[in-house]
């Protein structure tokens, strides 16, 4: 019985990560670009679902709107500030290293706001949790939640991304800007639209984040966003269902990891899983192999 | 290729923040410059009064500890010389300002030896008070922290303690825990990647070993994984446990609390001083932390004469509320001087010879104080005392 619920533990926890994990795949599935900050804009998204309704009192549904409007606004902000100057540098370092300062930027700006004391955030979401066999398992209702969110972003994106236009506009920049520039598409648009589709989900993780995990700090998206770009990476980066699959398993090694090996070493176990996959499928579980053509 | 740069990327973004983050070290509080020469004016001709210099942070994000320990420690000065002083001579307080900055508590420590200190009180925080051990070794002066907890805080057999050590409050809750009989199965969680949490963890093992407790299942976490506690909280109710020790600071233990809930696990809790700060944490639903103790060596509201007597003449002195650095504080100054009637030492003596007979005094002292009765110390400088604890009830800390 322990195994399954260590088993519901690893989803519950590898849902999370997915959910994260799927902004990060994404943005550089579309844009090329390790979004370093993506993890900070789900704390941005967090702290600003607590504002309105912890500390405004406001209705939660009101809380994640807030959150999902103002972490687009600030992912498209960011990408124009920060990213889009630097697309033409001879080195993709230079936009991977931006990145890691907003990350920091966008951590000590909350930390200056809210103070470096945790918060505690109130879930958003008032569904129970689900009791099996006389409360031997138990599964959270955010668990649930997410999982669904997870799949229902899963279809929508992919949706998205094959049978509109804007989607199609995205698919032809990821393959080749120049190229696609010349066939008409608004390339910078393009990019600011997949930084504001990133961000949304990324504000999305992060109410959900705080609601299975509920303590609030400035540096709460930092590990979960490197966990989830693990994920990201497990599950073949800037495949969606990939993102999916390597999230829920790298929560599920976690737990076991933990459960069954060492609860000081589950982190060793979970990068030393990635290591191993990456040997045998050097392109992640679900990562196309693209030849480049010279 | 892209891989070796992503990577070499994020190594050399580290060593910019590392760096970064000495410079805000160094470069913090710069505007209080001024606060160690305050306060050297006004004192008595030496020889005639014991002169204890206090060193602790009065500005910036540490002050309430800073400031609880001065208030504390002048109430005290006050109460010995309106008895009538120790060994016959008055004590007088100066109380300097260290920011909680290592470099401010050495100049501080330096103005103190420039008004004549011979006893130093302080510093209040670990890190400023380590800085001051090296000064106060090199000059063989008695120093007394009221609450440097750092193993090193105590680190010459010049230096003592009068709170627990960060390990021997492991030891300690091992003793409240066996000797109050609080559970027979005890399960650990600890954060395997501080030394705080560690070492506290590591003396509770030992010290459980001559308890009539076992410890059935001891889980870590470390800094990066620590927002899921689902599996150590099942091995720990799998096991049976019926007490859970929390050795961590609030912020996980909060969380833990949360999942424990969860699943329906209710377990006791019992934490140490890391868990001080609980129902501190905004919009934490304080019922969740029905029950749990933590040990601490005060509490305001204990009912206890001394305790009550104390709190009142603070509240009425400085209109708050004491904590338990006023009382570490408080029960410092009345070691310093009983150290000094043990070894009949006189204002007179230099500095190093009050150090050598006071060392020597301290060491044959018994002290009744608020932290604790029956308070001994040992050459090693820390305290040995009863460990006392507080219950969380109705969200507020009461006295056991």
């Known amino acids: 019985m322990s195994f399954l619920q260590y088993l519901i533990s690893g989803i519950s926890l590898g849902s999370v990560y997915a959910l994260i994990a799927l902004g990060y795949t994404m943005v550089y599935g579309i844009a090329k670009m390790l979004n370093f900050a993506h993890g900070d804009v789900i704390m941005v998204g967090a702290f600003t679902t607590y504002t309105v309704c912890s500390t405004m009192g406001l209705p939660p549904l009101l809380g994640v709107l807030a959150a999902v409007v103002l972490c687009t606004l600030l992912g498209m902000l960011i990408e124009k500030v920060a990213y889009k100057p630097l697309r033409k540098a001879s080195s993709p370092l230079a936009v991977l290293i931006t990145a890691i300062g907003v990350s920091y930027l966008l951590q000590n700006v909350a930390l200056l706001i809210f103070g470096g004391n945790a918060k505690s955030f109130t879930s958003v979401l008032s569904v129970g949790s689900l009791k099996l066999f006389d409360g031997q398992l138990l599964i959270t209702g955010e668990t649930i939640v997410t999982i669904l969110v997870c799949l229902v972003i899963i279809v929508v994106l992919m949706l998205f991304i094959n049978k509109t236009k804007a989607g199609q506009a995205m698919l032809a920049v990821s393959e080749d800007k120049g190229a696609a520039q010349l066939m008409g598409i608004n390339v910078n648009a393009t990019i600011a639209l997949t930084f504001a589709i990133g961000s949304a989900l990324a504000a999305v993780a992060g109410v959900l984040l705080c609601s299975a995990y509920p303590t609030l700090t400035p540096y709460t998206g930092s590990m979960p966003g490197i966990k989830a770009f693990v994920a990201a990476v497990f599950g073949g980066i800037g495949s969606i269902p990939g993102a999916f699959i390597g999230g829920i398993l790298l929560g599920i090694i976690e737990i076991f990891g933990k459960a069954y090996i060492s609860s000081q070493m589950a982190d060793t176990i979970v990068f030393a899983v990635l290591i191993i996959v990456l040997l045998f499928k050097p392109t992640g579980l679900l990562g196309k192999n693209i030849q480049e053509k010279v | ?387 006392k604890a507080v219950k969380i009830e109705g969200g507020v800390y009461v006295a056991m």
């Open chain 2, 1 to 387: 290729m892209k891989k070796m740069k992503k990577l070499l990327s994020v190594v050399v973004a580290s060593a910019m923040v590392l760096a970064m983050a000495g410079c805000g070290n160094n470069g913090d509080g710069g505007s209080a410059g001024n606060s160690s020469a305050a306060g050297t004016g006004g004192s008595s001709a030496s020889g005639d009064v014991f002169k204890i210099g206090g060193i602790g942070p009065l500005t910036g994000e540490a002050a309430i500890y800073g400031v609880n320990v001065r208030n504390a420690a002048q109430i005290a000065v006050d109460e010995i010389n309106a008895a009538g002083g120790a060994n016959g001579y008055m004590l007088e307080l100066n109380f300097q300002d260290d920011e909680h900055d290592a470099e401010k508590a050495v100049n501080a420590y330096n103005s103190l030896k420039d008004w004549g200190a011979q006893v130093i009180l302080g510093a209040v925080t670990s890190t400023p008070c380590i800085a001051v051990t090296e000064e106060t070794m090199k000059d063989n002066m008695f120093q007394l922290t009221p609450s440097g907890s750092a193993v090193d805080c105590a680190k010459y057999d010049n230096n003592f303690r009068v709170c627990f050590s960060d390990p021997d409050q492991g030891a300690a809750s091992a003793q409240y825990i066996g000797e109050h009989a609080l559970a027979q199965k005890v399960a650990v969680i600890y954060d395997s990647s501080t030394v705080y949490s560690s070492g506290i963890y590591e003396s509770f093992v030992k010290g459980a070993e001559s308890q009539s407790f076992e410890i059935v299942c001891a889980e870590a976490f470390t800094a990066d994984s620590k927002t899921d506690f689902s599996v150590q909280l099942q091995k720990a109710k799998d096991a049976g446990a019926e007490l859970v020790f929390l050795p961590i600071y609030y912020q996980e233990a909060s969380l833990i609390l949360q999942q424990a809930a969860a699943a329906d696990y209710a377990p006791l809790f019992f934490g140490v001083d890391g868990m001080d700060g609980i129902l501190g944490v905004a919009n934490f639903d304080t019922s969740l932390a029905e029950g749990v103790m933590l040990l601490t060596p005060f509490a305001a509201d204990a009912q206890d004469e001394m305790t009550q007597k104390f709190v009142s003449t603070y509240v009425e002195k400085f209109g708050d509320t004491p904590n338990q650095f006023a009382a570490d504080a408080y029960d410092g100054v009345y070691a310093i001087k009983a150290a000094i009637e043990q070894s009949g030492a006189t204002p007179g003596m230099s500095v190093s010879d009050l150090c050598e007979a006071m060392k020597t005094g301290i060491t044959s002292i018994t002290l009744d104080g608020l932290t604790g009765a029956g308070i001994t110390w040992d050459a090693s400088g820390n305290p040995g005392k009863a460990p």
